[in-house]
């Protein structure tokens, strides 16, 4: 029998508890010596959380490189994990590989027998209810933070700075971001919008999707929490009624095409490397005919992606239609047991990332994260949830009712504002990175 030894230390660990991985070497060293195993290996994580094993590369080598036969070695259980999902995802693959694992301080975590696997999951599943019950407490710390008007997470809003833990005006970035709601009011644009803050405070460059995103639909500047626990967390900058009325204005400020010439997926394509919509433009030919093309928005307007890349309507069109035939006859031969699968696949994706909040919540109420890292991490976090999110959600399967239609057929017959109604109806977003395409359908 071989043994791979594994180490792992947190920059939480070692603030707190002065662990290194030498120490837990040497005491595995020890170990191995006293029972005559071999070292094949060791493998070691610094400044990592057990949380997950996606950021632990050492342990996923560890776990690739396992023989039958061979034993994993760790000082601790929560050197080795402290996810119980992620364990036992691990575990299920040492079996299969007949590897066992050992924490060699603690005797009763060892998989090779059946009253180490029972211990081994009950340990984890008590430690994971006792962080459950810390997040729980510690969110509802936030919530009373938030009720009471104190910052307590997330980046300050410009136009405001903290005084005694609440939120105060910013004597002069406040009549900036008034300023800026005043020009959209006027104008109702969101690129003029843009062009008039860059000009006038070229130290302070907002780019479209951050006045789009997070300035102009920011809760905070008519005084609410974007939490919706506290509708009076701090001093609006505009009123509730400028801010709906600025809401309504958004979601209408949409490029309307003025000539008769119409764009099959204007809104649709979007480009991969910015994010920002491709608008259409077209070239005449000698023989007067015009050919639509598409390019990215940010390039060609605001030149704040590098991106010089467009593409023709056709090449397009005929894409999509080879793909959507070709989509729905995946879609009547995908089994539910897949679609099942894939959906339990999501739910431990979203468990295991609200995991990592709670935990980050620990780290941040203990002392360990600064301010500005807790935000960080926070937004990212959230981030991927919505993402799964809506993966999660249950798909609407629009294209079954094409899957007994001649596709191509259809579509020939189909005047320019029917082809683009036809798209709008079937298709969210096409992406587009400069050289392939990829749609995603409702």
Known sequence: MEALLYTRVSKEDQVKFGMSLDAQLESLKQYCSENNLKIRNIYSDEGISGGS???????????????PGDIILFTKLDRFSRNLLDANIVVKE???????????NEDDIDTSTADGKFIFNLKLSL??????????RINDVFEYKIKQGEVCTGKVPVGYMIKDKHLVLD???????REMFDYFLKHQSIVGTCKWWNAKHPEQTMEYSTIKGSRLTSTFYCGKHPSGLNDHYCEPIISEEEFEKIQKLLKKNVKINRTNHVYLFTGLLTCSHCGRRMSGFYKKWKDISKTNYYRCQAYCGYRTCDMCHSISERKVEAYLL???VKKCDEMLSASLKHENTDEV?????KANTEAKISRLKDLYVDGVLTKEEFDTKYKQLQDEIEAIKQEIKPKS?????????DIKELYSKLNPENKRAFWRKYVDRIYFDGHDLKVVYY
């Open 53 to 67: 094993i996606t950021k632990r590369k050492a342990f996923q080598n560890m776990i690739e490189e396992a023989k």
């Open 94 to 104: 040492l079996t299969k590989k007949d590897v066992s694992i050992k924490a060699i």
């Open 127 to 136: 430690a994971q209810r006792e962080r459950e019950k810390v997040s729980e």
């Open 171 to 177: 004597p002069v970035k406040s009549v900036w971001i």
């Open 322 to 324: 080879e793909d959507m």
């Open 345 to 349: 696949k999501l739910q431990n994706k």
């Open 397 to 405: 399967n629009k294209l079954l009712e094409l899957h007994d239609i």
